[in-house]
Antibody, heavy 116, light 107 residues
Framework: QVQLQESGPGLVKPSGTLSLTCGVSGGSISSSNWWSWVRQPPGKGLEWIGEIYHTGSTNYNPSLKSRVTISVDKSKNQFSLKLSSVTAADTAAYYC?????????WGQGTTVTVSS | DIQMTQSPSTLSASVGDRVTITCRASQSIGRWLAWYQQKPGKAPKLLIYQASSLESGVPSRFSGSGSGTEFTLTISSLQPDDFATYSCQQYNNYSWTFGQGTKVEIK
């Protein structure tokens, strides 16, 4: 079955760019699904960041849209998140997920801390 | 943007209790509503999609209902493994929004 795995730096400096990758195994990123990023600040609820289709079409959370870029690399069967101009408020657990009606498969998550 | 409001924020219950969590949308979303269970340090797990469809492998004690702006998640007989946080999620106009979560704790 499909499995997702997030990877990337666990520490990012303020004003820098957060970069994460989600590797897809057990299935093709070119299947008829969207692929999403979701985050969860410590002790808070879940926040959708954005999603991408294998064609490169994207949808973003309006509150983050100016700082977010999601891209897909079909050759590596992975998709990526870039969040620019980060502050301490961007400290969170970041999850990638497959969207098949709802978010039915999730990665284990990776914690990113924004600190100097 | 559509806002999702869950109630209660915290719920204290005992094993065997029937538990109901409510999620209200700020405008009609049809049946584009999902429910997730999350335990500390873990990723969310999909329980219910399209308001009332049970995800494969999820116990039948979980059920969902509702449409439009008001939805409920019911656990018919709470089990020890069910103590967790539950979040609703809507999809509308190319955007997803989560509720703030309901923590189900041991009474």
């Amino acid at each position: 079955q499909v499995q997702l795995q997030e990877s990337g730096p666990g520490l990012v400096k303020p004003s820098g760019t957060l970069s994460l990758t989600c590797g897809v195994s057990g299935g093709s990123i070119s299947s008829s699904n969207w692929w999403s990023w979701v985050r969860q600040p410590p002790g808070k609820g879940l926040e959708w960041i954005g999603e991408i289709y294998h064609t490169g079409s994207t949808n973003y959370n309006p509150s983050l849209k100016s700082r977010v870029t999601i891209s897909v690399d079909k050759s590596k069967n992975q998709f990526s998140l870039k969040l620019s101009s980060v502050t301490a408020a961007d400290t969170a657990a970041y999850y990638c997920a497959r969207v098949k009606g709802a978010m039915d498969v999730w990665g284990q998550g990776t914690t990113v801390t924004v600190s100097s | 943007d559509i806002q999702m409001t869950q109630s209660p924020s915290t719920l204290s219950a005992s094993v065997g209790d029937r538990v109901t969590i409510t999620c209200r949308a700020s405008q009609s979303i049809g049946r584009w509503l999902a429910w997730y269970q999350q335990k500390p340090g873990k990723a969310p797990k999909l329980l219910i999609y399209q308001a009332s469809s049970l995800e494969s492998g999820v116990p039948s004690r979980f059920s969902g209902s509702g449409s439009g702006t008001e939805f409920t998640l019911t656990i018919s007989s709470l089990q020890p493994d069910d103590f967790a946080t539950y979040s609703c999620q809507q999809y509308n106009n190319y955007s997803w929004t989560f509720g703030q979560g309901t923590k189900v704790e041991i009474k």
